[in-house]
């Protein structure tokens, strides 16, 4: 006869299984010491965070994404906060540290309400009618924007930039950031369109952040590969080869057997034939400008100079796709095919040796290319590390004017936006009958982590600068918000900060709210986690986060 009492396993022994309130208070943990991480970095006044890898390269950043990515994060819901970062990033290119810092904000105020014994269905149900409602009463909140409003798309990019190391350049940074943008936009009946990748970014290290140009054209890290060929071709006709200029080693060992001189001088002209005829057919082309993607041998080279070719090798791939849709030419992958119908063309095609560098350094110059719209921003910077974080407040800046442009739609930062979305929340809480009136003010409330955490971040009193806010909006001025870039001798004070240029796109803010409840709601709706581990390892803990905590 059988023991009823005998327990009965379904799962083998290396599974760890953490079930209800104890699953979700590890989850809601781990993402709360995500957004804890990042918080530090917020708004114009934040701190940086110097990251070593496993071989000791270091990224000195306070960019949220960068920081997220290069942390090794091994709890599963910490990862699915990295997530909604690399989402925010990939769609609307700036906002990522808004959107970690609000999920965390959001699971903190509804593990208080699973205190009080409301069902986290509840909450989720709660969260998402108050996610809905704040996407529209965002749309009321939003100012128009328009192409021809040049000095309001410069304070949008400005916005994107303070904090990012470019303090001290970023009026002469956000000039070159919304001139490449009005160059490379088009309008359609859609409305307006941006393609961002025809802006190239190349970076140089040398003179001052100051010194960053915008150079109507491509310009690529490489220079002329035999001292003899030209440094500069006017009119140019560019081949673009994915082959090498060399010869084909065999792929499995091969020995050539050779038993007199006269054989073996025979096999060398046969060698210098072959590259000989690859220049033919280069030359044949009417080709006077080579990129290739891979190798040029030696002798080809010499037989490239003295037919007066300029030749570069070994261009980045991505670099050859940016170079074909600028130039016209195709990219080609077999010598042979090449011919004049592949070439592209370039007004000017010049290698520019710059002074404080070794001779052997320089940079390419393709200029007058057959589209337009083809332009690269020079970054300058002292150190690698200061010119990585300039490219990264680019790109911020870049994002942010081109979603602009796009929806046409902007709000008041430093936190005003935030602020009055929570007033109007709360009023719309009022008449939801029922627990989901709980989680639609602890949505609400939630709002306020960014202008508390910009005025932590700047050394300010978070109280009175909440209980200062409020107090404007209650009095219907809904532009008002923390600028702590001001002169004020406190560090910060409360402006029109629309009107003071701290402006940010509508919709950087409606994907960080709607990343954030969808994140929130999820990780809420999880009462059991199941790890399996072939080692027969221990479920991951709240802070096991690479070492950072």
Same mark, same amino acid.
């Given at each position: ?42 708004? %114009? ?23 997220? +990515? ?66 529209? #009463? ?26 990012? =190391? ?39 290290? =040398? ?13 690529? /890290? ?44 025979? @096999? ?8 000989? +005829? ?20 030696? #002798? ?13 090798r070994r261009v980045k791939s991505s670099d050859m796709e940016k170079l074909a849709k ?18 592209? @063309? ?10 404080? @560098? ?41 994002? /942010? ?17 935030? #602020? ?13 009958? =029922? ?9 609400? /409330? ?15 009193? %978070? ?34 900060? @629309? ?5 940010? %796109? ?20 999880? +009462? ?12 991951? %803990?709240? =802070?096991?986060?690479?070492g950072y905590d």
């Amino acid at each position: 006869m059988t023991n009823d009492k005998q327990p009965v396993y379904i799962l083998p022994e290396n599974i760890q299984r953490m079930i209800g309130r104890d699953a979700q208070r590890n989850n809601i943990l781990a993402a709360r010491l995500v957004a804890e991480t990042v918080k530090t970095t917020l708004g %114009p006044k934040g701190m940086d965070k110097m990251l070593v890898n496993s071989v000791g390269d270091i990224t000195v950043t306070n960019d949220g994404v960068t920081i997220l +990515d290069e942390m090794e994060i091994e709890h599963p819901a910490a990862k699915m906060m990295v997530e909604i970062a690399k989402t925010q990033e990939a769609e609307v290119g700036d906002g990522t540290t808004t959107a970690v810092i609000l999920a965390g904000r959001l699971l903190e105020n509804a593990e208080r309400l699973l205190d009080e014994k409301i069902h986290p269905t509840v909450i989720a149900r709660g969260y998402r009618i108050a996610a809905e409602k704040a996407q529209e #009463i965002s749309k009321d909140l939003a100012i128009k924007i328009s192409p021809e409003q040049i000095n309001l798309l410069k304070q949008v990019s400005m916005t994107a930039m303070v904090g990012k =190391g470019a303090e001290q350049a970023k009026e002469k940074l956000s000039d070159v950031v919304v001139n490449a943008i009005l160059q490379v936009m088009e309008k359609t009946e859609e409305g307006i369109k941006v393609d961002k990748d025809n802006i190239k970014l190349e970076k140089r290290k =040398g003179e001052g952040i100051e010194n960053t140009e915008l150079i109507s054209g491509i310009v690529i /890290d490489k220079e002329k590969v035999h001292s003899d060929m030209p440094s500069q071709v006017k009119n140019a006709k560019i081949a673009l080869l994915g082959a090498a200029v060399e010869l084909k080693n065999p792929e499995t060992d091969t020995k050539v057997s050779i038993t007199a001189p006269d054989q073996l001088q025979a @096999f060398l002209d046969q060698e210098d034939r072959l590259l000989r +005829d690859m220049v033919a057919k280069i030359k044949n082309s009417g080709a006077n400008v080579v990129l290739c993607q891979k190798g040029i041998d030696d #002798i080809a080279q010499y037989y490239l100079a003295t037919e007066g070719i300029l030749a570069v090798r070994r261009v980045k791939s991505s670099d050859m796709e940016k170079l074909a849709k600028a130039t016209g030419a195709r990219i080609v992958s077999k010598l042979s095919e090449l011919s004049v119908k592949e070439l592209g @063309f370039a007004a000017l095609v010049k290698e520019v040796k710059e002074q404080g @560098f070794d001779s052997s350094e320089g940079l390419l110059y393709i200029t007058g290319c057959k589209n337009p719209k083809a332009l690269t921003i020079l970054i300058r910077g002292s150190t690698e590390h200061v010119i990585d974080e300039i490219e990264r407040a680019i790109k911020d800046g870049i994002g /942010d004017v081109c979603v602009a442009l796009e929806k046409g739609l902007v709000v008041a930062g430093g936190g005003a936006f935030e #602020i009055e979305l929570q007033k109007r929340l709360r009023r719309f809480g009022q008449g939801i009958r =029922g627990r989901e009136q709980l989680a639609v003010n602890a949505f609400a /409330d939630a709002l306020e982590v960014i202008p508390r955490t910009l005025a932590e971040n700047a050394g300010l009193d %978070p109280i009175e600068i909440l209980t200062e806010l409020k107090a404007r909006h209650e009095e219907n001025k809904f532009t008002f918000g923390l600028d702590v870039s001001s002169n004020a001798s406190s560090g910060g004070e409360i402006n029109d900060t @629309f009107g003071k240029g701290i402006i940010e %796109p509508l919709e950087i803010k409606i994907q960080a709210l709607r990343s954030a409840s969808e994140v929130a709601i999820m990780i809420l709706r999880i +009462d059991d986690v199941i790890a399996s581990s072939k080692s027969g390892g221990s479920m991951p %803990p709240a =802070g096991g986060m690479g070492g950072y905590d």
